[in-house]
């Protein structure tokens, strides 16, 4: 049982649909020093559904009318893609602090203009790349700043299984939908490319960044047969190591999601299991100084909880971000838009040079 402190962030939630019922009321509700204050949709069955079940201060039909109330400080902007930036910028325009749904935008300008907005407000804004909070993960990261020494390659994969649901349907209660439910005007699954890149790309980008710091350069090529996307990816990071990202949806056989990590003065072996088993990835990390292994347990694997707290640490208490800024989310949007040029013209890219979306 977390221990709830005295002083809680007062977190509003945008949007009540999917990944809102699975990972971000129940986050508020179990966080140690946030608090689901107020929840926000635009579907009144909806928005009744889930004030009956979570139970916060606050409920709204109406955006606008969340933004003016003076005791909500942080929003969490868990709407569709085409939303998170527009409703991210009235968030912080109203004086709000944001954890923004990942991706951040769908192209580079949206994500610039959002960088513009943070700056403007003096807010925080932190990207929901929940990743970054898995505990066994934050151990390879630290391994690798701390103890690694020259990191020489990464080889990461992150593979859909055509089995996910699968196995997620019988962990996941039943989402409440509504027939009311605000939608973008066009079908995001209309393009699968783009689609499969926004939702999965930018956790596998984000990953290696996480790891290894700024991505340079991309080169990438994509196989597409019986309905199945493998993208390949050969990776520059700033720091002279080598990549190879592998974005697969889906592979005929169980969830395939890790990477392995060869540096200096180690290595670190990892498999991360489907998000919503809430689970801390395995991780193995050899100490070439005295050829051992350690493997953390990361007994606490509620990801989306423990980014709410590290966004809220930094509100309340001034504490460094744990979890991926703005920058960081155009930073992923960059890396996306460059492996689609590089599929489309086979050649290498520079981060550094690409506009556009995805």
């Not at 066009?186 to 700024?214: I, W």
């Amino acid at each position: 049982m977390i221990k709830k402190q005295d002083r809680r962030l007062r977190v509003g939630v945008l949007g009540c649909g999917p990944i809102a019922q699975f990972a971000h009321l129940e986050s508020c509700v179990k966080s140690g020093n946030a608090d689901l204050y107020a929840i926000c949709d635009a579907a009144p069955d909806l928005l009744a559904r889930m004030g009956a079940t979570y139970e916060p201060q606050k409920m709204y039909a109406d955006y606008d009318a969340m933004l003016a109330d003076p005791e909500l400080e942080a929003v969490i902007v868990a709407t569709s893609d085409a939303y998170h930036v527009p409703m991210s910028i009235k968030a912080l325009d109203a004086g709000k602090h944001v954890l923004c749904e990942k991706p951040i935008g769908t192209s580079v300008e949206e994500g610039e203009a959002l960088a513009t907005a943070v700056k403007r407000s003096g807010k925080v804004l932190q990207v929901g790349h929940m990743k970054r909070f898995d505990p066994a993960l934050e151990a390879a990261r630290d391994f690798v700043r701390d103890e690694m020494g020259e990191v020489l390659a990464l080889k990461a994969w992150y593979c859909d299984s055509t089995h996910r649901y699968t196995n997620t349907d019988a962990v996941q209660p039943l989402p409440v939908t509504s027939k009311l439910a605000r939608k973008p005007s066009g079908n995001p699954k209309a393009d699968l490319r783009q689609y499969f890149m926004l939702a999965h790309g930018s956790h596998l980008v984000d990953t290696a960044r996480f790891l290894c710091g700024e991505i340079i350069a991309v080169r990438a090529r994509l196989n597409e047969r019986f309905g199945a996307y493998c993208w390949f990816v050969e990776t520059e990071f700033a720091s002279g190591a080598l990549g190879h990202l592998d974005l697969t949806v889906a592979v005929r056989m169980d969830w395939h999601e890790g990477f392995q990590l060869y540096g200096e003065n180690g290595s670190v072996i990892a498999k991360t299991f489907n998000p919503w088993y809430f689970r801390a990835s395995e991780v193995d990390i050899f100490h070439e100084k005295d050829a051992t292994s350690r493997k953390p347990l990361g007994a606490d694997g509620h990801f989306f909880r423990r980014q709410l707290e590290g966004l809220a640490d930094t509100v309340l208490n001034g504490a460094p971000m744990r979890g991926a800024n703005v920058e960081d989310g155009i930073a992923s949007i960059r890396a996306m838009v460059a492996i689609a040029r590089s599929v489309e013209t086979g050649e290498r890219v520079e981060l550094a040079s690409v506009s556009g979306a995805v």
